[in-house]
């Protein structure tokens, strides 16, 4: 048996029988996942849990307020004739609020999660979905304030602000929750281990009724009659 390459294929030549194969049956290559595949699958289900949804919920408020109140986007100290803690009072009141968009879309996504499925591309639109509602309100709420701002400009600062505010938790939530869910998937893996692990040292004996009767480790037994 002897076998010739060709641009063709490969050429077998057996018993005076000749055979031809494709290249493709002799090249071996992984397929490539591509962005439309990434965007479909699905997310996984710890992002849309109520109990993660909460914690995610509360940790974007006081990321907001801890960023919003050091960083004083739109030099918004100024907007106020008031004191250091009323200004702190007011500009927390207004980013409480605007956490309310927050607040409405993730109840949204989780009662829409129990009857649909959500990929990638949903939950990435979802997320731009409460960005933009959130540099709406705020845009808003700082022309109703400062009434001298540029419209376009306060929107762009708007958004660049809300990006930070949310897609850094956001981002930190999703480490942390993959976190967890691996450790709680691996704590799994060693009880079902160790539960079958003692299922294969010990001998269990039924009676007529199917009732356990007697367990004996298979070290211990001698003999069986």
Not at 8 to 16: A, E, L, P, R, T
Not at 121 to 134: D, H
Not at 142 to 152: A, M, Y
Request: aromatic share 14%.
């Amino acid at each position: 048996m002897r076998g010739k390459k060709s641009n063709k294929g490969v050429k077998i030549i057996c018993q005076g029988r000749n055979f031809r194969l494709k290249k493709s049956i002799f090249a071996h290559s992984e397929p490539k996942k591509t962005k439309m595949e990434w965007l479909n699958r699905k997310v996984p289900a710890y992002l849309h849990e109520k109990n993660n949804l909460i914690r995610l919920v509360i940790f974007t408020a006081l990321f907001a307020l801890v960023f919003i109140n050091i960083y004083k986007p739109f030099s918004s100290e100024n907007w106020y004739n008031v004191t250091r803690f009323m200004c702190f009072v007011y500009s927390s009141l207004i980013i409480l609020t605007g956490v309310l968009v927050v607040v409405i879309s993730r109840i949204i996504m989780y009662h829409y999660a129990r009857k649909h499925t959500i990929n990638n591309g949903k939950y990435a639109l979802w997320i731009l979905a409460e960005i933009f509602f959130m540099s709406l309100f705020y845009t808003i709420d700082t022309l109703s304030i400062n009434t001298g701002r540029d419209v376009w400009k306060t929107f762009q600062d708007s958004t660049t602000n809300t990006s930070l505010v949310l897609l850094l938790p956001y981002f930190i939530s999703i480490l942390y929750f993959s976190w967890q869910e691996k450790e709680r998937q691996l704590q799994l893996l060693g009880e079902n281990q160790a539960e079958s692990h003692h299922k294969s040292t010990v001998l269990s004996f039924y009676d007529e009724k199917k009732e356990l009767r007697l367990s004996v480790m298979r070290s211990n037994l001698l003999y069986i009659e």
